[in-house]
């Protein structure tokens, strides 16, 4: 069964860190570019951060420019996003998707939702104090 699971976020305080894990199962992340999306309430889904299949390229939403690091570990079949300095305004659902495509894209781009085949099943991060 192909599944991601996302694991780490919870409650923190301004300032403070998570690390995000998307493990997958059912299939192999080697051949898949990751995306991290994030939904707050009432908001549109937005993409956060992404990293290639291939040359390990990266792309970052100007909001977390800085902030947040994505990193792969095909080994463990897993993806993180290590999430530094958070702000109340990053209080979201986090999502991880999978999907055949590259992203980022040439231009460095972020593909949109719509272009990923799997997704986990989200997990809270809330910033506050």
């Known amino acids: 069964q192909v599944q991601l699971v996302e694991s780490g976020g919870g409650l923190v305080q301004p300032g403070g860190s998570l690390r995000l894990s998307c493990a997958a199962s059912?299939?192999?992340?080697?051949?898949?570019?990751i995306g991290w999306f994030r939904q707050a309430p009432g908001k549109e889904r937005e993409g956060v951060s992404c990293?290639?299949?291939?040359?390990?390229?990266?792309y970052y939403a100007d909001s977390v420019k800085g902030r947040f690091t994505i990193s792969r570990d095909n080994a463990k079949n897993t993806v993180y996003l290590q999430m530094n300095s958070l702000k109340p305004e990053d209080t979201a659902v986090y999502y991880c998707?999978?999907?055949?495509?590259?992203?980022?894209?040439?231009?460095?781009?972020?593909?949109?939702?719509?272009?990923?085949?799997?997704w986990g099943q989200g997990t809270q991060v809330t910033v506050s104090s």
């Open positions: 998707a999978a999907g055949m495509i590259k992203s980022p894209a040439p231009g460095g781009t972020m593909a949109g939702p719509s272009s990923y085949d799997y």
């Open positions: 059912g299939f192999t992340l080697d051949y898949y570019a």
């Open positions: 990293i290639s299949s291939s040359d390990g390229s990266t």
